[in-house]
Structures are given as C-alpha cells and as structure tokens.
C-alpha cells in the first residue's frame, strides 16, 4: 500500500461520481487492515465520508463500505462514528438486502459492536446486546433471518451469520438478568439455530466454518455449566412449576379418603417417581437445573410411557424398583463428564493447535452434545433396560450407573462426526449387556493395570500358574477314570463303494480301555473285542507301562484344534468314530529284567520304542489324554483346549480379585497401605473393604 495516496483516497471517498466512490472504497477495504493506514486514514477526515457511505450507498460500492468499516472496527478504531442511525440501517440491511456479499459486511460490523466492551460504546454501562435489542424488536425478521442465512450455499455467509449469533449469545448470558437470556437463548432454539448448527457440524463445509462452529460448540458447555450451577429454588416459580409439572404427569393416585371423606396425599409422593427423599429439590443439588431439566423433558415427551412405566415398577418389590428419577440425574451427570462440560475449550491458541492437526480435527467437534436432551432420553432408557435386564436391585444402582456409564462412551464417544442422532439412540437402545460386562472388565483391568503396575502382573502370574495346576489335576483325573479308544475299524455291510461321504460307516472291531494307575506310576491297559457296559477295574487290565520309561509323547492333533464335543471323555455314538486322530507313546524297553535303575542308565544306548498308540474319538478325548500325559512327565500342554481352560480359569481369577478391591478414584493413586509399627500378630489388614483391624 505504499504507493497508495491516503489523502488523495479520501478525497475521492467524497467524489459525486458513483463510479469514483466505488473504486476508492474498493481500494480502501484491502488498505485499512494495517493499523499505521488506519491511523492517517483518521487523520485525514475519511471516518465521517465512510460513515456517509455505509448510509446512504448501495450494491458493491455498499458491501466494500461495510467490509471497511468492520475492519475498522477489528482494530478497535472509529467506534465514536458508529451512531444509532448507523446501526438501524444495517440491521435493516441484514433484513432486507438480497446481496450476499452486503450481507456479509452487514453482520461483521453487527458482530463487532455486540463483541465490543461496553466502555468503548457511545452510552457507559449498555452492552453491545442491550443497545442492539430495541433495533432488532423493531426488525421481527432479523433473528428469522440469521437463521435462514446459515443454510446459504455461500460458507462466508454462513460463517457471518453463526459469527453474529455466537456474539449475542455470549453478550446475552454474561451480561443480561437470568430471567432475559434463557428466553433470548429458547427464541433462538425455536428458530432452528441448533438444528442448522448441526447440519453444518456434519457437512464437508465443516473445514470453512471450523471456528465459528467451534465457538457455538464451546457456548453450548457455557449454558450446561449455567444451567448446572442454578440451584433449584422452589421459590422460583419456573422451578416451582417444572416440579408440579413432573408430579402430575406422573397420574398420582389420589383415589384414597380419610374418614372424613377427603382426597388423601400419597406419603410416597416424591419417593414413587424414584427419588430418595421427599424433598425432591434438595436430590437436585449435584445436577442443579440442568438435572431438572432434563428429567422434566423426559417426562413430557414420553408421558404415556412413563405413566406405564410406574405403573409397571410399582407391581414389583420396592427393593427391585427402578428409580426413575435418580437415574435420570445420574445420566445427566454421565454426560456432563463425557463431554467435559466443565472444561473450558475457548482458548484461541488451543483451537488453532486442534485446527492444524488433522488427526485432532474430526474430534474436535461434538455434534451430538448439541442434541443433549436426546441424548439424555436414550441414556435413561437404556438404564431402564440395563436395570431390568440384569434383575438389579437398589444396591445394584452405583453398578448400573457404570454400565451406562461405559455404554455412552462406547456409543457416545466413539461415534465419528458424521454420525446421525437417530443412529446412536438406536445403538443405545440395542447394545447387550454381556458386551458390556466383557468391556466393564477389560477397563477395570486396564485402569487396575495403571494404578497398581507390577503388582497386578504378579497377581496374574500366581493365578496362571494356579490355574495351570488346577488343569493339570483335571486332565491327570481323565487318566484315572480310563477311557475307551477304538483299535482297528470294519465297515458295515451297507451296499455302495466306500467314500469320503459314507467313511461314517465304519466301526469299530476292537477296542482298548486304558487307564492311569492310583499312584500315578503305571497305565494299565487290555484289548477286547467289544465294549463293555461298564468299565474294567483296574486289576482286569492284563497289560501296563512304567511311566518312568516313558521319552516322549507325540501326536497328530492340531494346537488350535477345536472341540467338537461335550466335556464327556467318551463318545458313546461309534459311528462317529474319527480314527485319523492319533496319540503315541515312546520310551526305552529294557533288553533284560534288570533293575530298574539299571534300566534307566541303558536308556542312553537303547532305540526308542513304540509302547502304545491310542486312537481318541473326539478333540475333547485327545486333549485330554495327550496333555494330560504331557503334564504327567511335568511337560507344558500343547493343545488349544487345554491352553484355553487354563486362561479362562486365570481370567476369571484375576477378574473376581479385581472385583473384590475397591478404592476412591482407582485411576489417580495406589492406595497407601497402613503402617504395621505398634501392633502384634492379631493385625490383619483387608483388602476387599479398604479396612483395617485387630
């Protein structure tokens, strides 16, 4: 702008040709963002010419007017000529004027002066909303209007328009009385605003209108937080009349008399809609009116429900009762920390970190905060749900919380910002409650595993190892109970060649009961030409192998084979036979009837053998046998059965220990332990309950 002429430029401000006015503001809106500009801009005459301009010009020599002046204005220059007549004619250009680009400039220069501090205006102590408010009730259309121009095709516009409107809401929550903004705030909710903001949170015009949206975003936590902090004051009359309201809705049965023939008040008034006292104002003290709120909302748009759903609750024990009422303040709760209400996300710096990092830019925005109240309904509904499904009782109430809990930031905070409303109800209402329960324990596994680190690993170690002997005992007892194997198989006198599809036509023509000696040292077995009814004692067993010759057990059973039959050890259908699966054991025969120590020190010279060879019947049967040999010689197990009893047991091991500690805020601290320093043997110390004694 160095060869721009400042004096020369105002001068032609003034001209009485249109074309030369056009030009010089033209020129003027690029120049007058630079602050030395603005100051000889002053200096030379030019604010009364523009102010001229923006009253009486038209078309673009208009719109380049407004771009300048709201320029102007950013800088914190010229506010002594923004007048009443000047405000009046753009509220009524915001109304009225078709061009966009007039439209533009128009609410940039609103938005300045309801952004400004009321020092800078030309009447001390009136806000920049209190000195539009007269102006925009003369205007019925301007707020319609604002509305409207968020839906333009053109995103300046749209950003203009929720620009000017973040800007009345927060001067109107800072500075107008709590009975002025949420009428103002409930006007402009009526008028869409909350349904426009959302679209535009949701369309791929969400990178143009990142900050404006942001700031709405950012307003919205600002009124939770006010509506949160107002107490619930019965001397209000809105309160006073939101709590009568809840209590007729609930169709209060009223149908008892006194002798004396008078309608009688249930003493269970407040208690039947599920708070805990009969003082429902005070329950509300945590949530405040936001809590009221939304129990109120749910309650008026689902009346007929709830009305069945007492109806329905007061059939039951008072013990198994929902209460309604205190679950909906603990949703409330639960969204007011999933969306850190409480944490104030306005810092411009913070923002732009968030906008340049394309990784935080799809979570920066929360579209779904917008449609609290849904939110709210679908959160209550699925307590009822969990409530019922789990058969919960009053005691149970703090674990249903947590369920809900998870269940929103499962739903809630793992939805991506396309997401539709109507999709995360419908998740909320189906999601199952052993999903749930299987994340409830993976997160209390991972919280347990940040605040108390190597002890939990220890802890798990000593289960798994626990949990690999209780297996080893269970597989080693199949061997002392015996089982059936098949040893050579006949086909069945059937007609047709044999085939991969009629190869269940074999049977079995002799079979081989084996089985592990009491003390744990021989396998006993014989061959019989059919199975018997019952199975041999163990002395009928005419053959035996000394386990302490045994090298090795090998087999052809898969590692991740999977079981295809009950838990049984025998599979009683020999049509079902499956003869491919194989278990053998090898080990050293003795040459001659030597001791056996001198047998063991020939064991280096001699050829391993074949002892026996077992044909199992079914995945359970061999995993069973083959581990359970395995084990025998003190060898770890290798099939998929076997490895997964033994990380179930450990599982639900470490999961009952987790469950069985408690402590405030797991997730901040390892809780101090006391200190044994004066006290004897008799001192025990119990983790479960946090409790100390003698």
């Given at each position: ?244 309201g809840l209590h007729v809705a609930s169709n209060p049965d009223q149908t008892g008399t006194d ?244 190869l269940n036509r074999t049977v079995p023509s002799l079979w081989r009961f084996v089985r592990l ?34 090298s090795s057990v090998v087999s052809n059973v898969s590692a991740s084979a999977p079981s295809t ?130």
């Amino acid at each position: 702008m160095e060869n721009l002429n400042v004096a020369e430029l105002v001068e032609r401000l003034g001209s009485d040709e249109e074309s030369v006015r056009k030009m010089a503001v033209f020129k003027l809106q690029s120049a007058i963002g630079d602050p030395s500009f603005a100051d000889v801009f002053i200096q030379e005459g030019g604010l009364p010419k523009l102010r001229f301009l923006a009253l009486h010009s038209t078309g673009n020599t208009l719109a380049y007017c407004l771009t300048s002046l709201s320029r102007l204005l950013e800088l914190d220059k010229g506010w002594d000529h923004v007048s009443d007549d000047l405000t009046r004619r753009i509220v009524g250009l915001v109304v009225a004027q078709p061009l966009v680009n007039v439209n533009r400039g128009a609410m940039s220069v609103l938005a300045a002066i309801v952004g400004n501090p009321s020092r800078r205006n030309s009447q001390p102590g009136v806000t920049g909303f209190q000195r539009l408010k007269p102006i925009i009730e003369s205007h019925k259309q301007f707020l319609p209007s604002l509305v409207e121009k968020m839906t333009s095709a053109d995103h300046a516009l749209c950003a203009n328009s929720l620009q000017l409107i973040n800007a009345l809401m927060r001067d109107t929550i800072a500075n107008e009385a709590d009975t002025e903004w949420p009428r103002f705030i409930k006007q402009l909710q009526e008028l869409g605003v909350i349904k426009s903001v959302y679209g535009l949170m949701q369309s791929s015009a969400v990178q143009d209108l990142a900050h404006p949206l942001l700031d709405f975003q950012s307003l919205t936590k600002i009124l939770l937080r006010r509506w949160r902090e107002e107490k619930v004051d019965l001397e209000k009359a809105d309160h006073r009349r939101a709590l009568r309201g809840l209590h007729v809705a609930s169709n209060p049965d009223q149908t008892g008399t006194d002798p004396k023939g008078s309608k009688r008040q249930n003493p269970a008034k407040w208690r039947r809609l599920g708070f805990e006292t009969e003082s429902p104002a005070f329950e509300f003290t945590p949530s405040g009116f936001l809590g009221l709120m939304d129990l109120t909302d749910f309650v008026y748009k689902n009346e007929d429900g709830f009305q069945k759903l007492l109806l329905e609750q007061s059939a039951v024990l008072l013990e198994q009762r929902c209460p309604i009422a205190r679950a909906s303040l603990a949703v409330t709760s639960i969204l007011y920390d999933h969306f850190e209400v409480d944490k104030s996300d306005e810092s411009e710096s913070n923002r732009y970190t968030v906008l340049d990092s394309r990784a935080n830019f799809e979570r920066a925005f929360k579209p779904l905060l917008l449609h609290w109240s849904r939110l709210h309904t679908s959160g209550l509904n699925a307590f009822i749900r969990l409530w019922k499904a789990a058969g919960a009782q009053l005691d149970d109430f703090e674990k249903i919380e947590e369920l809900v809990r998870i269940l929103t930031e499962q739903v809630v905070g793992q939805a991506p910002r396309t997401k539709e409303i109507k999709d995360v109800e419908e998740e909320l209402a189906e999601y199952d409650i052993q999903r749930l329960r299987e994340l409830q324990m993976e997160l209390l596994e991972l919280t347990y595993e940040d605040a108390w680190g190597h002890h939990l690993r220890q802890v798990r170690d000593e289960l798994s190892h626990e949990a690999l002997q209780f297996v080893k005992e269970q597989r080693i007892r199949c061997l002392l109970q015996g089982a059936w194997f098949p040893q050579t198989m006949n086909y069945s006198t059937e007609a047709g060649p044999v085939t991969s599809k009629t190869l269940n036509r074999t049977v079995p023509s002799l079979w081989r009961f084996v089985r592990l000696s009491h003390n744990r040292r021989y396998l006993h077995f014989s061959d019989f030409d059919e199975r018997l009814p019952t199975e041999p004692r163990l002395d009928a067993l005419q053959d035996k192998i000394d386990l302490s010759i045994v090298s090795s057990v090998v087999s052809n059973v898969s590692a991740s084979a999977p079981s295809t039959s009950s838990s049984d050890s025998t599979l009683k259908d020999a049509g079902q036979a499956n003869t491919s699966t194989k278990i053998t054991i090898h080990g050293y025969l003795p040459s001659t009837s030597h001791s056996r120590q001198k047998s063991d020190d020939s064991k280096g010279t001699q050829k391993e053998s074949v002892l026996l060879q077992l044909h199992p019947q079914s995945h359970t049967l061999a995993s069973e046998w083959l581990d359970g040999l395995l084990m025998l010689l003190n060898q770890q197990p290798i099939t998929a059965d076997t490895n997964k009893l033994v990380n179930l047991i450990g599982g639900y091991g470490l999961k009952i220990r987790l469950l069985n500690v408690r402590f405030e805020d797991v997730g901040m601290e390892e809780p101090i332990l006391p200190s044994r320093e004066g006290l004897d043997d008799e001192y025990y110390y119990d983790i479960g309950g946090m409790e100390a004694g003698v």
